[in-house]
């Protein structure tokens, strides 16, 4: 099994893992704040985009999971949390400092201008596929801007 595992501990390790988790989805259900231990994380349905250049054959997704730890607040738009079987289409992963200092924000940029904005002592992220890969015929697309 090729599981990918991944950790970012500043904004550019944090610019791969979102490479990885574009068009990533989730249900609202699957999103969990532990205040206690300040840990956001999202369990994915992740596109597999290292393997999609091959051709003639299917594309795939991996259930994975990603956490941010030191989170100290979290804000989202957009996002209707009672909605608990509502969709997310993640597009990005993005730090904004709030200074010279480690700490700032992390954006979780969704689709249909939802998003999620995680208050952070500084970036510390994982992902990790945890399950087996299934495939899908349908590659995500966007449109050329």
């Known amino acids: 099994?090729?599981?990918?595992?991944?950790?970012?501990?500043?904004?550019?390790?944090?610019?791969?893992?979102s490479a990885h988790v574009q068009d990533a989805v989730c249900k609202i259900a699957d999103l969990s704040f532990d205040a206690r231990h300040g840990v956001?994380?999202?369990?994915?349905?992740?596109?597999?985009?290292?393997?999609?250049?091959?051709?003639?054959?299917?594309?795939?997704?991996?259930?994975?999971?990603?956490?941010?730890?030191?989170?100290?607040?979290?804000?989202?738009?957009?996002?209707?949390?009672?909605?608990?079987?509502?969709?997310?289409?993640?597009?990005?992963?993005?730090?904004a400092p709030k200074g010279e200092g480690p700490d700032g924000t992390v954006e979780i940029v969704m689709a249909g201008d939802a998003g999620i904005a995680l208050d952070v002592e500084c970036v510390e992220s994982q992902l990790a596929d945890t399950g087996g890969a299934w495939e899908t015929t349908l590659k995500p697309r966007h449109p050329a801007d």
């Open 1 to 17: 099994m090729d599981s990918l595992k991944l950790m970012a501990l500043d904004a550019d390790d944090l610019a791969v893992i």
């Open 40 to 95: 956001f994380s999202l369990a994915v349905n992740r596109f597999v985009w290292e393997k999609a250049d091959r051709r003639g054959k299917g594309f795939e997704r991996r259930r994975s999971v990603i956490a941010f730890k030191r989170v100290n607040a979290v804000r989202s738009i957009g996002i209707d949390r009672k909605d608990r079987d509502g969709v997310l289409a993640l597009l990005a992963l993005r730090f």
